[in-house]
Nanobody
Framework: QVQLVESGGGLVQAGGSLRLSCAAS????????MGWFRQAPGKEREFVAA????????AYANSVKGRFTMSRDNAKNTVYLQMNSLKPEDTAVYYC????????????????WGQGTQVTVSS
């Protein structure tokens, strides 16, 4: 198991940027594939982005491709989600998650979750 703590959420105007951080702790934290999900009010939680632990592979939801960039600092056991050109529809609680396997973006494949951080984009 790995423990995850997100930070960096807040209120931003449309077109602005935010960077979310997720610090992972645990003996094997650096060996997990990491992901970001989000849940808007009244909607189901959805996949946003993922970053593999070894090869640097990334994956993005179509809705954020070209605007969001996920990165990873293995030395700090921290992943980041740089969000640019934010839109009001990006408003949601953003969750960091960890998975053993790469290639599936289903919530069920991510066994560890952070508490979430609120991102609000005003129009």
């Amino acid at each position: 198991q790995v423990q995850l703590v997100e930070s960096g959420g807040g209120l931003v105007q449309a077109g602005g940027s935010l960077r979310l951080s997720c610090a992972a702790s645990g003996r094997t934290a650096s060996t997990y594939n990491m992901g970001w999900f989000r849940q808007a009010p009244g909607k189901e939680r959805e996949f946003v982005a993922a970053f593999s632990w070894g090869g640097g592979a990334t994956a993005y939801a179509n809705s954020v491709k070209g605007r969001f960039t996920m990165s990873r600092d293995n030395a700090k056991n921290t992943v980041y989600l740089q969000m640019n050109s934010l839109k009001p529809e990006d408003t949601a609680v953003y969750y960091c998650a960890a998975a053993r396997h790469w290639g599936s973006w289903s919530q069920a494949d991510f066994g560890s979750w952070g508490q979430g951080t609120q991102v609000t984009v005003s129009s």
